[in-house]
């Protein structure tokens, strides 16, 4: 059973950087194929980013993109979200989640962490 905790989140003003992280209990970390989701009140759970095992393939929502970078690193069962150029509508709760495969679709992940609070205040 894969365990995952995120830190990272906060209060920021629009504008600003935050850096997500997401540790993994589980030495097999590095065969998951890890995502980042948010979730908005009252709003669906949201694909945000993905990588495979070996970061060789990343894929980004457009909302995101060109904003944000997911990466990880295998040997510390860490995956991590830069959020660069904050928005107001980056407000949400973002969860990671580890996957067999990689895909965009919040039912195919296994295992998810409890998320971090992300406030961004216009």
């Known amino acids: 059973q894969v365990q995952l905790v995120e830190s990272g989140g906060g209060l920021v003003q629009a504008g600003a950087s935050l850096r997500l992280s997401c540790a993994a209990s589980?030495?097999?970390?590095?065969?998951?194929?890890m995502g980042w989701f948010r979730q908005a009140p009252g709003k669906e759970r949201e694909f945000v980013a993905a990588i495979t095992w070996s970061g060789g393939n990343i894929f980004y929502a457009d909302s995101v993109k060109g904003r944000f970078t997911i990466s990880r690193d295998n040997a510390k069962s860490t995956v991590y979200l830069q959020m660069n150029s904050l928005k107001p509508e980056d407000t949400a709760v973002y969860y990671c989640?580890?996957?067999?495969?990689?895909?965009?679709?919040?039912?195919?992940?296994?295992?998810w962490g409890q998320g971090t609070q992300v406030t961004v205040s216009s």
């Open positions: 989640a580890a996957a067999p495969l990689i895909t965009k679709t919040p039912g195919a992940y296994d295992h």
């Open positions: 589980e030495r097999t970390f590095s065969t998951y194929y």
